[in-house]
């Protein structure tokens, strides 16, 4: 995420002061190398290749888990800038600047999903047990994912309503063209907008586009008429632009492929790469342990 004055080039930090002509730079402006005068290239042997990790990718067949990955620390990214934009500009009063605050209140998870109630149910003498009870509502607390928890909630979708990995880059600039429009993607916005992204990406970009039942059946915690309602919203604050050029597509997914050359970006990627799936441990410790009942077993036989 970059900022741009009128006095001046873009700049490759975020500016966090709350100005009229500050604008929200997608991805592919922000990773996409420069190339300034006199730029000397290094070696064949010297430079960084990852394909050995994840994998050959081109714009036609783009590799699926690599591209989840480096969409994923692009949106943790986006939420963390994010939260330290507001943090900096939120004791300014009005609706103005990079993002808005009536944006912010539209996209809030609170708004689309299911309200969760605890019950306690009080033992009364002379009545009968469960008849009396106690509700309370339980309070939503938000706070900032991890990079780990963003690929989590983006790869069960595509798992369960089987979406390719052309949809991930379809879905970021989607997302991005949101947040052009003033939408922030923060602790409290960024499950329904990753939501909504991959939804619409699906329909426009898929020949067996998803239904919303599907993605109300992979999160049931936000119903099928909330994602209807999310869905429009989502529509009516792009104006409707799902139009998504060849070359608009091609810098996306080169940007990201450029992603690497930064360090902070490359440590995040091999950090997932090292990370142990859930309960691996024990799924290891109970088939060694079945390994050796079976051969326990084939030597009594013999």
Request: glycine residues 2%.
């Amino acid at each position: 995420m970059t900022t741009r004055t009128e006095s001046g080039p873009p700049k490759r930090a975020v500016h966090f002061a709350e100005e009229a002509n500050e604008v929200f730079h997608p991805s592919h402006e922000d990773f996409t190398p420069r190339l300034p005068t006199g730029n000397t290239y290094k070696k064949v042997q010297q430079r960084l290749d990852l394909t050995s990790v994840c994998g050959p990718s081109t714009v036609a067949r783009p590799n699926y888990e690599d591209m989840l990955r480096r969409i994923s620390i692009v949106v943790h990214r986006h939420i963390v800038k994010c939260e330290e934009w507001w943090s900096a500009v939120r004791e300014h009063k009005g609706d103005g600047g990079m993002f808005r605050k009536s944006k912010l209140e539209t996209y809030d998870e609170r708004n689309f999903v299911t309200p969760r109630h605890r019950i306690t149910f009080l033992h009364v003498p002379g009545f009968s047990i469960g008849s009396q009870f106690a509700l309370r509502k339980v309070k939503h607390c938000y706070k900032t994912p991890t990079v780990a928890e963003v690929h989590e909630f983006t790869s069960t979708l595509f798992r369960r309503a089987y979406l390719s990995a052309e949809c991930a880059v379809v879905s970021l600039i989607y997302l991005e063209r949101l947040m052009e429009n003033a939408a922030p993607v923060m602790s409290a916005t960024w499950r329904p907008i990753v939501l909504c992204s991959l939804l619409l990406a699906s329909k426009v970009w898929q020949d067996l586009s998803s239904w919303n039942i599907e993605f109300n059946q992979t999160y049931p915690e936000f119903s099928l008429q909330a994602i209807n309602q999310l869905e429009l919203i989502f529509l009516q604050d792009i104006n409707w632009d799902l139009c998504i050029s060849q070359s608009l597509y091609a810098k996306y997914h080169f940007a990201l492929r450029a992603a690497a050359r930064e360090s902070n970006f490359r440590n995040k990627y091999m950090n997932m790469l090292r990370q142990q799936p859930a309960n691996a441990s024990a799924v290891e410790r109970r088939s060694t342990a079945a390994k050796e009942d079976i051969l326990k077993l084939l030597s009594k036989s013999l």
